[in-house]
């Protein structure tokens, strides 16, 4: 789930004391019940792809306080974006404290409670630093679109954007952690592109380096197969998963 947030800092950064929005755009993913990390874009315009600074927040169950802040939200439900709320609000009462030591690439800001205060600590996420990697030749003649072209519309899943360019809607299939899949995934499709039953790949997108960030297919407005089987299934009064009945004959 995400959440679009726009606060102010209580500070002047602009001419004539000014102030300036500043946006947190937070998402939440779990690790097993007991650790989870939320992503947060700071500082970014929400559409345009690699603007602002990257964070992460990282808290655990603490054990040692059962009223800790971090437990409580773990223990909220992931459905209603409170866990979002609760993050984005804690940030944003960190912010003048903790800004100035914000690292370039991804800032870690691990939560703890401490003799039942909530403290931070701030460090590089190095696990988070991906190292995208190059096009490789037997892809050179696939068409690229810059990634800073783009314009996020919404987050159709975790990987998958429905984006703009040149005025025409896109899905942008993002690079997973597994880089190397998604060179195999644009091969795959890029061998298949005369199949009238494969969809098409209409660029490779790539970064201010020339590295591959994802690629772009067209905009299917039904959304995937499995979207669509889901919803089938639901029409005829079926279970969601595979054990259910045809439901076409």
């Given amino acids: 789930m995400s959440l679009i947030r726009f606060i102010v800092i209580n500070e002047p950064d602009g001419p004539s004391g000014t102030f300036t929005p500043l946006t947190l755009n937070v998402h939440t993913l779990s690790f097993g019940g007991d650790d989870e990390k939320a992503f947060i874009a700071y500082k970014a315009v929400p559409e345009i792809y690699d603007s602002g600074l990257s964070l992460t927040v990282v808290y655990r169950r603490n054990k040692d306080h059962p009223n800790a802040v971090e437990n409580n939200i773990i223990d909220m439900d992931p459905l209603t974006g409170d866990k979002e709320d609760a993050i984005f609000y804690i940030v ?87 880089l190397e899949g998604t060179v195999k995934e644009i091969t795959i499709l890029d061998k298949l592109r005369a199949s009238p039953y494969i969809i098409d790949l209409e660029a490779i997108v790539t970064d201010k380096d020339n590295r591959i960030r994802g690629f772009l297919m067209p905009y299917m407005k039904a959304c995937d197969l499995g979207d669509i089987f889901v919803k089938a299934r639901r029409n005829e009064g079926q279970a969601d998963d595979n054990g259910s009945e045809p439901i076409f004959d």
């Fill in 92 to 178: 944003k009462d960190l912010l003048p404290t903790i800004r100035s030591q914000f690292n370039p690439t991804i800032t870690r800001i691990t939560l703890e409670t401490v003799q039942g205060e909530l403290t931070a600590t701030v460090s590089e996420d190095v696990e988070e630093i991906r190292h995208y990697l190059p096009i490789p030749s037997h892809l050179s003649h696939v068409l690229t679109v810059p990634i800073d072209e783009l314009r996020k519309v919404v987050g159709m899943s975790v990987y998958v954007h429905l984006v703009t360019w040149l005025g025409k809607k896109f899905a942008f299939k993002l690079a997973a952690d597994f």
